[in-house]
């Protein structure tokens, strides 16, 4: 089999790569051209694409964890990133990341650069309920899924403050929600 000619970026292997899935000539071959990206998206499609995806409409929780920092303060960076890279793996295993069958779904996460309790970290943060954990290393992470997101029990010995967001905050959003709908 003959090998394709390939410039430095290995623009003309990937043409002839295209061309043979879609049967046709290569770009740069006597005839045609093909477009190696793909129709860009309005703004608005590709934000109701991950909307959709991501199940932005279906999140139960949404935890933030100091992660990443511009300066690490209540961790080191590290360890901060091994906790992040715990939360994001475990969550993917248990489908806690997706809509499932047993109800305690979706739970979304962030990486915050800065929570700013930065002490006794990586520091962080569930909502709606509104629990500050300390120490969020990956064996206390674990304790945290299974107590607190699976078992709906704060792991106390590891909470540093409990402040569920205000009653206010729902009824705004039940008001937006009706409004959304009705308008709809
Ligand atoms: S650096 Fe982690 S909370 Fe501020």
Redesign the pocket.
């Given at each position: 089999m003959q090998e394709d000619k390939t410039d430095s970026n290995g623009i003309s292997s990937l043409n002839s790569v295209y061309a043979k899935i879609n049967g046709s000539k290569a770009l740069g071959s006597e005839s045609q051209n093909y477009p190696l990206t793909q129709p860009k998206l309005s703004a608005p499609t590709i934000m109701a694409n991950n909307v959709q995806s991501l199940g932005l409409n279906q999140i139960k929780r949404h935890i933030f964890l100091?992660?990443d920092?511009t300066?690490?303060?209540?961790?080191s960076k590290q360890a901060?990133l091994e906790s992040w890279n715990y939360l994001k793996r475990r969550l993917k295993e248990l489908k806690l990341d997706k809509k499932n069958s047993y109800g305690s779904s979706l739970i979304f996460r962030t990486k915050?650069?800065?929570?700013?309790?930065?002490?006794d970290?990586?520091?962080m943060v569930i909502y709606p309920d509104g629990v500050w954990y300390r120490q969020a290393k990956p064996s206390v992470i674990e304790r945290i899924i299974q107590e607190h997101l699976i078992g709906n029990k704060v792991v106390e010995e590891y909470a540093i403050t409990i402040h569920p967001l205000p009653e206010t905050a729902h009824s705004v959003a039940k008001d937006l929600e009706k409004k959304n709908l009705s308008s709809g």
């Open positions: 100091c992660a920092q300066k690490p303060k209540c961790c901060s915050a650069n800065c929570l700013r309790v930065c002490a970290g990586p520091i």
